[in-house]
């Protein structure tokens, strides 16, 4: 299993970036795919979740209304849409997947980072 996220970068306050995760290894249009992210000194938390159907879920309270996320199936990628980005949304990205190998096991990408500063 190897998850892949590229699209980060530094933005000003009020731009967009629009990431992506690309997924091998397993039947990606199986599986929800989720979004975390941790910031300098707090711990991980869930951003997002796209079920396998494409139906979002569980987005994080202050990131509603601002960022999006969608997947294609066919190319095995899942792409988080940020927009009117804010210095508090700085933080090192990641995209997961739990998968069921008779037991779930969670697997994760190497991050990439979301810089937001003037």
């Known amino acids: 299993v190897q998850l892949v996220e590229s699209g980060g970068g530094l933005v000003q306050p009020g731009g967009s970036l629009r990431l992506s995760c690309v997924a091998s290894g397993f039947t990606f249009s199986s599986y929800d795919m989720n979004w975390y992210r941790q910031a300098p000194g707090k711990e991980r938390e869930l951003v997002a979740t796209?079920?396998?159907?494409?139906?979002?879920?569980n987005q994080l309270d202050s990131v509603k209304g601002r960022f999006t996320i969608s997947r294609d199936n066919a190319k095995n990628t899942v792409y988080p849409q940020m927009n009117n980005l804010k210095p508090e949304d700085t933080a090192v990205y990641y995209c997961?997947?739990?998968?069921?190998?008779?037991?779930?096991?969670?697997?994760w990408g190497q991050g990439t980072q979301v810089t937001v500063s003037s």
């Open positions: 796209i079920t396998s159907a494409g139906g979002s879920t």
């Open positions: 997961n997947v739990r998968l069921w190998v008779g037991v779930r096991v969670s697997y």
